[in-house]
C-alpha cells in the first residue's frame, strides 16, 4: 500500500475533535473513500504517502494564511 508511516483509530482521531465517535467515524471513511487516507488493517487508518507531506506544510502555513 502507499502508506507511510505511522496507524491510528478511530479512537485516536476522535481525541482531536468534539464531535461524537460516529461522526468521526463517518468522516475518516469519507476520507478512505476519497483516498485521502488508507484503511491498512480494521480501524487503522493512515495518510497515504503523498497527503502527508502536503498535510505537513499546510499545518506549518496555517498561521501565515490565518492572518491573512
Given at each position: 500500500?502507499?502508506?507511510?508511516?505511522?496507524?491510528?483509530?478511530?479512537?485516536?482521531?476522535?481525541l482531536?475533535?468534539?464531535?461524537?465517535?460516529?461522526?468521526?467515524?463517518?468522516?475518516?471513511?469519507?476520507?478512505?473513500?476519497?483516498h485521502?487516507?488508507?484503511?491498512?488493517?480494521?480501524?487503522?487508518?493512515?495518510?497515504?504517502?503523498?497527503?502527508?507531506?502536503?498535510?505537513?506544510?499546510?499545518?506549518?502555513?496555517?498561521?501565515?494564511?490565518?492572518?491573512?
Open positions: 500500500a502507499g502508506t507511510h508511516g505511522t496507524t491510528f483509530t478511530l479512537a485516536e482521531a476522535a482531536l475533535d468534539t464531535a461524537p465517535p460516529a461522526e468521526i467515524g463517518r468522516l475518516l471513511e469519507a476520507l478512505v473513500a476519497a485521502l487516507i488508507e484503511r491498512p488493517a480494521p480501524d487503522q487508518y493512515a495518510m497515504h504517502e503523498l497527503v502527508r507531506p502536503y498535510a505537513e506544510n499546510l499545518s506549518r502555513e496555517a498561521p501565515t494564511l490565518l492572518a491573512a
